[in-house]
């Protein structure tokens, strides 16, 4: 059964600190794998896409990395702000045509 | 270039009511999926459809929910007599194509309070 998986499910830091969130998944055929943001109350915003080709991808702060042998990602966030109080959502897409397989997510708070 | 657009954003309703929630995809996007969210939960597959065909439906209930997207107009999630556990954000994403590198653009959702 093809199934994400993360943690921590929530994490609280102080703002500043760099934080690690982790994403498993037992998608198979693979394609790729997306990391989104959602803010309470709003709809999730992409912020990286990988490839099975791909080891690591940075967006501003944010940096994904994905291990396609042990079917495992990452998503580190430097220097936190405020702003990045959120819920990260790990997504993987299995071959073209097929559905995309949601993770629940893990709360991010940052406190001041 | 708007992006993807659903009305309401929110909606109340009693019990035994219809609910009407709409999603325009963003302009040249064919793909439309739908998603539930309850509260402090992550976000549940309903169904996906292309222009006039249901492609996947496996996550939709098999009553009193319907989904739609006609050649021309909105998609539409359609909601028959309404309970208080429909009570929930229903997310819409659109994407140019599906599956690889698709990317999925989501709307800001619709919320459904059943009274």
């Known amino acids: 059964k093809n199934q994400v998986e993360q943690s921590p499910q929530s994490l609280i830091i102080l703002e500043g600190k760099n934080c690690t969130l982790q994403?498993?998944?037992?998608?198979?055929?693979?394609?790729?794998l997306r990391w989104y943001k959602q803010d309470t109350g709003r709809g999730p915003v992409s912020l990286t896409i990988?490839?099975?080709?791909?080891n690591t991808k940075s967006n501003g702060r944010y940096t994904a990395t994905l291990d396609a042998d042990t079917k495992q990602s990452s998503l580190h966030i430097t220097a936190s702000q405020l702003s990045d109080s959120a819920s990260y959502i790990c997504?993987?897409?299995?071959?073209?045509?097929?559905?995309?397989?949601f993770g629940p997510g893990t709360r991010l708070s940052v406190l001041p | 270039n708007a992006g993807v657009m659903q009305n309401p954003r929110h909606l109340v309703r009693r019990r035994g009511q219809e609910a009407r929630l709409r999603c325009s995809p963003m302009?040249?996007?064919?793909?439309v999926y739908w998603y539930r969210q309850l509260p402090e939960e992550g976000l549940k597959f309903m169904v996906y459809?292309?222009?006039?065909?249901?492609?996947?439906e496996s996550g939709m209930p098999k009553e009193r929910f319907s989904a739609e997207f006609p050649k021309e107009g909105p998609s539409i999630l359609r909601i028959q007599q309404v309970v208080r556990g429909d009570s929930a954000a229903y997310f819409c994403?659109?994407?140019?194509?599906?599956?690889?590198?698709?990317?999925?653009?989501f709307g800001e959702g619709s919320r459904l309070t059943v009274l």
């Open positions: 302009k040249g996007h064919s793909h």
């Open positions: 994403c498993n998944y037992t998608v198979s055929p693979f394609s790729n």
């Open positions: 994403a659109s994407s140019p194509t599906s599956g690889f590198l698709g990317e999925l653009f």
């Open positions: 990988m490839t099975f080709s791909e």
């Open positions: 997504v993987v897409s299995p071959s073209y045509g097929q559905n995309f397989v």
């Open positions: 459809l292309q222009k006039e065909n249901i492609i996947d």
